[in-house]
């Protein structure tokens, strides 16, 4: 397919070259009526997921094995669970689930939207339960849990990331989590019957990587 000049520019004739050594099955990037092909299965979904990472953020992508596992996860079409991404600030969880949302769109697996505890916790503080709801009707990323302080409409408290927990469990929603808590952190956090839920939603997946990204 032909790319304009300025989508040239923007991939670079490497990066170019290097998603045309696999056969094209599905686009990735879209320009206007533009597109560059990614391979949909195995090693070589795996190599669609790192050019679409570079073309979107400009930056390589993260090579922890847990973030591999977890890209690789996302391809299987059988995918029951969802994922729980832990690790240090800055390590790339947020950025990663974002680009594996976009990269859904293009696969037979069910997209999802990214929610920012806090921000959640802020529009709860303004307008009460409507802002639970409009985050446990499909499937999501609840992205950052523990970030937040306690969320309080008129005199109602919460523990948000516990609650957001426990509705998506009975609602039976796939659901993806992020968070800069360890398990044991995470359990004391959101309390014991949470985190067992939490662990019947997620697969789990560390990150230890220290580099800011």
């Known amino acids: 397919m032909a790319l304009s000049d300025g989508l040239r520019k923007l991939l670079g004739e490497e990066r170019i070259q290097e998603a045309q050594k696999y056969e094209p099955v599905q686009p990735v990037y879209r320009n206007a009526h533009e597109a560059i092909p990614m391979p949909m299965d195995s090693d070589k979904w795996l190599h669609g997921f790192k050019i679409m990472y570079r073309m979107i953020w400009d930056r390589e992508f993260i090579e922890e094995p847990e973030a591999v596992n977890l890209v690789q996860y996302f391809n299987k079409s059988d995918m029951k669970k969802g994922a729980l991404v832990m690790g240090k600030p800055g390590n790339g969880k947020t950025t990663i689930m974002q680009t594996l949302s976009r990269l859904l769109t ?108």
């Not at 950052?144 to 426990?166: P, W």
């Not at 359990?187 to 580099?211: I, M, T, W």
């Open 106 to 213: 293009y696969t037979n697996q069910p997209r999802f939207d990214v929610y920012y505890v806090p921000v959640i916790v802020n529009n709860f503080s303004k307008h009460g339960a409507i802002a639970i709801d409009e985050c446990i009707r499909r499937p999501a990323c609840i992205d950052d849990m523990g970030a937040e302080v306690s969320a309080m409409h008129y005199g109602l408290k919460l523990n948000m990331s516990q609650e957001l927990i426990e509705k998506r469990y009975v609602n039976n929603i796939l659901t993806h989590y992020t968070t800069n808590l360890m398990p044991d952190e995470l359990r004391e956090y959101v309390g014991e019957r949470a985190y067992d839920r939490l662990k019947k939603q997620c697969e789990l997946f560390v990150f230890k990587s220290d580099s800011k990204r």
